[in-house]
């Protein structure tokens, strides 16, 4: 069986995580993607993210995004290097980068720059405010987009301070959104012959990401704030809430999930009392009832509740980043993968979420420069070139 982008070619000019988040997906699916790294400036800067190494110019991070892609190391700022950059646009299907938005045109990695040598060719820009206006020339991340789109404001405790998710999900978003955008422009330069740029701004993206709450403010005038034990903005139950040994997350966002949960604690006192008979009511009285709730299901142990109300009713227990990983139903799906890295034998990954009828590729993220020899050598450059170009300090 053949990968579903086998015969992609994506080049990417991506450090840190929107760009390798993107890419991977790509990667992960078949495509070549070709990683183009500064070796005088030493890569992906994740290559240094600590606190976690594998060696020279390796670590956890960059493996964590850059699993399935090959690493040619080129001076983009020297013209033998664009040179190298024409003769693979030439063989591509896109290119893809998250450099800063006033770089791209600077780099020559506009559909403009790059349309003369492959007319098809779909030019990906992310960025953290866009290539034009007063904030192209601004860096961003993650944590600052979350910040001004509001996201701060609706985590935590509400008498709290401001706080961000976890995770860089706006990175990851921007990543996903872009891999989305590359396909759809793949298949439009298929039917018209002609590719396009296409920008995504981790702003942009963050903004979008406000949905409900935002349609609920742009119509009503209506600010959504932060709702204890984190809760939902509207239905009721559904939070966390306190058991025997930790804490379960209950979600009831219909009248029937209730009614069953009310069902399956033996308490149909709750599920007659007006104050909670409807889901308005529910949500009007909800200080009423969290307590309530509070101490009936801290008679048992999380995992004794999941027992019961499990396939019932929506509900998890809420886990740590150590009880998530070894979950044994994570596990028993195939959840953690083990790439061969040469420094690391048994060096384990989190596998792609995608699942085909097919095993995906499994090889750990290429070394700096590791490919440079073989893509240079498929453009059709012969030994001596490719030692010119090495002694030049192009690659």
Request: proline content about 6%; some cysteine.
């Amino acid at each position: 069986m053949t990968l579903p982008l086998t015969g992609l070619r994506i080049i990417a000019i991506e450090h840190w995580g929107a760009g390798p988040y993107g890419s991977g997906h790509l990667a992960d699916l078949g495509a070549d993607v070709i990683k183009i790294e500064n070796r005088h400036l030493g890569g992906d800067a994740s290559r240094g993210a600590g606190p976690h190494f594998l060696g020279e110019n390796d670590s956890h991070f960059f493996q964590t995004f850059n699993r399935n892609k090959r690493s040619l190391s080129l001076d983009l700022k020297q013209d033998e290097g664009q040179t190298v950059l024409h003769r693979l646009a030439n063989t591509a299907d896109a290119l893809l980068h998250n450099l800063r938005g006033d770089q791209a045109g600077k780099l020559g990695l506009t559909y403009a720059d790059l349309s003369p040598y492959n007319p098809k060719i779909v030019c990906a820009h992310i960025s953290a405010y866009g290539r034009d206006g007063e904030r192209s020339a601004w860096p961003g991340f993650d944590y600052l987009m979350q910040a001004e789109a509001g996201f701060y404001s609706l985590t935590g405790e509400p008498e709290g301070p401001p706080a961000r998710f976890g995770l860089s999900m706006v990175d990851f978003m921007t990543g996903a959104t872009t891999s989305t955008a590359v396909l759809a422009g793949i298949l439009g330069a298929r039917e018209t012959g002609e590719g396009r740029d296409i920008d995504v701004t981790l702003y942009d993206v963050a903004m979008h990401q406000l949905t409900y709450p935002g349609v609920w403010y742009l119509n009503e005038e209506f600010v959504t704030e932060r709702v204890a034990r984190s809760g939902h903005p509207y239905a009721v139950p559904s939070q966390h809430y306190r058991t025997a040994d930790g804490w379960i997350l209950i979600m009831c966002q219909s009248q029937h999930f209730w009614e069953t949960f009310c069902d399956l604690l033996k308490r149909s006192d709750l599920k007659e009392d007006t104050r909670f008979v409807g889901p308005q009511e529910r949500y009007e009285n909800r200080d009423a009832l969290t307590p309530l709730l509070d101490e009936h299901l801290g008679n048992r142990a999380t995992a004794d509740w999941i027992a019961v109300l499990g396939g019932q009713i929506p509900c998890a227990p809420v886990n740590d980043i150590a009880q998530a990983l070894d979950n044994p139903f994570f596990r028993d799906r195939g959840g953690v993968q083990e790439v061969p890295h040469p420094e690391r034998p048994g060096f384990k990954l989190i596998a792609n979420p995608i699942r085909l009828d097919e095993p995906l590729p499994n090889r750990p993220g290429p070394q700096l420069g590791g490919d440079t020899d073989d893509i240079l050598t498929e453009l059709g450059y012969l030994d001596w070139e490719i030692d010119s170009l090495r002694g030049a300090g192009i690659i």
